[in-house]
């Protein structure tokens, strides 16, 4: 299939997940700068789902906040518009995703924990550098995958194809997509997201994760996501061995500076953290 086919399928396919109308609502009050918590917590009042989910998040670990948080104000003015607007974000991704997962070799929850892992692993980076908002970065995080799930659900020919290559071959499946398939996953991923009318600096993001290119909308949430990922998936690999940085951008190993060196550890003691992300965003709430 060539790109150009790829695409119009993709464009044609009337089925992709949509977010809640609520994220969409939450968007457009926080565009206003006059925007009260009160109102906000009342558009997000409107769906109880979400907010049962997103005091379950203020309360959890995750924040460590040591007072009980009841009421969905009380939440924005503790986390901010910002973090609280991005927990309703990552929520419905995840959701709008869910319950779909019969393409052999492809494992739904192992694709959700390593970005989850990815979205933790960008959002300490930002902390600790001071570069971006961090939660943004965890959306980015987040999102950067989620052409793989669209080609699992909507071009299972070519999935499989993709995912045989890389098993014979002992590829990546990015590697592997470069062999098999016209257009790879993060063109794919960035499609919807745009789709789903995120701002830019998250579609380029998606975009160009595995390909860095300046001229995007925001490089240093790029660079974080991208270097991020190559921690995520070397640490989870190879824990013992360093990462080796001939292979990784120049620009984000200048980022990085000596931290390059000391990743693996660094991420070690991020693992509970990771852990307990996983724990909130992948169970089923139980009543
Ligand atoms: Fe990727
Ligand atoms: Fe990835």
Redesign the pocket.
């Known amino acids: 299939m060539d790109s150009k086919t790829i695409m119009k399928k993709l464009e044609r396919i009337e089925d992709l997940p949509t977010l809640p109308t609520i994220l969409f609502e939450v968007n457009r009050l926080l565009e206003d700068i006059n925007t009260s918590a009160k109102k906000l917590g009342d558009t997000i009042g409107k769906d109880q789902s979400m907010v049962a989910k997103i005091l379950k998040l203020v309360n959890s670990a995750f924040y460590g906040f040591r007072s009980r948080v009841s009421d969905i104000s009380n939440a924005l003015v503790l986390l901010g518009f910002n973090t609280v607007r991005n927990s309703v974000i990552s929520v419905s991704i995840i959701k709008a995703f869910s319950g779909k997962n019969d393409l052999e070799g492809f494992d739904i929850t192992e694709f959700w924990k390593h970005s989850i892992a990815v979205a933790v692993t960008s959002k300490r980076l930002a902390e600790k550098f001071r570069i971006e908002a961090p939660d943004n970065c965890f959306v980015a995080g987040l999102l ?2 989620i ?2 799930l669209v080609l699992s659900q909507y071009f299972q020919d070519l999935f499989t194809k993709v995912w045989i290559t890389a098993q014979k071959e002992n590829l990546t ?2 590697e592997a997509e470069k062999k098999e398939i016209s257009v790879k ?2 063109m794919i991923g960035s499609f919807l997201v745009k789709k789903w009318q995120f701002p830019a600096h998250l579609v380029d993001a998606v975009k160009c ?2 390909a860095i290119r300046k001229g995007v909308s925001n490089y240093e949430l790029l660079l974080i996501v991208y270097v991020a ?1 190559i921690i995520v998936n070397h640490c989870t690999i190879e824990p013992e061995n360093p990462i080796d940085i001939s292979t990784v951008h120049p620009d984000a190993v200048e980022m990085l500076g000596s931290h390059m060196e000391n990743t693996n550890e660094w991420y070690e003691k991020l693992k509970a953290e990771i852990e307990s992300a996983c724990d909130f965003f992948l169970k089923e709430e139980e009543g």
């Open positions: 950067h995958d052409g793989k499946f990015y996953h993060p994760h595995h990922d």
